[in-house]
């Protein structure tokens, strides 16, 4: 099945997930958020992961994944990092 939601960070994103990271300074699901959004990310590389690879490395669902690839494509950086009001 092909991904309709496809994460990229540019630069400035993938350093402030990185650091978020880094840091743990955060809530835990932010923490989750942003290792999914790395683990997502297309940007550096052309290879392709499935749902089902980065929900295992980050011990979520995969539904869980694919929520927050769309939550980042349809409202960004910020809305993928927090939960929804």
Same mark, same amino acid.
């Given at each position: 099945?092909?991904? *309709?939601?496809?994460?990229?960070?540019?630069? %400035?994103?993938?350093?402030?997930?990185? %650091?978020?990271?880094?840091?743990?300074?955060?809530?835990?699901?932010?923490?989750?958020?942003?290792?999914?959004? *790395?683990? %997502?990310?297309?940007?550096?590389?052309?290879?392709?992961?499935?749902?089902?690879?980065? !929900?295992?490395?980050?011990?979520?669902?995969? !539904?869980?994944?694919?929520?927050?690839?769309?939550?980042?494509?349809?409202?960004? *950086?910020?809305? %993928?990092?927090?939960?929804?009001?």
């Amino acid at each position: 099945m092909r991904k *309709l939601y496809i994460v990229r960070l540019d630069e %400035a994103e993938r350093g402030q997930v990185r %650091a978020l990271v880094r840091t743990g300074k955060v809530a835990a699901y932010q923490l989750t958020h942003a290792r999914v959004l *790395l683990k %997502a990310d297309q940007g550096m590389s052309r290879k392709r992961v499935t749902d089902q690879v980065v !929900a295992a490395a980050v011990e979520v669902g995969p !539904a869980t994944v694919a929520r927050i690839r769309q939550r980042f494509v349809e409202e960004g *950086l910020d809305a %993928a990092l927090r939960r929804k009001p």
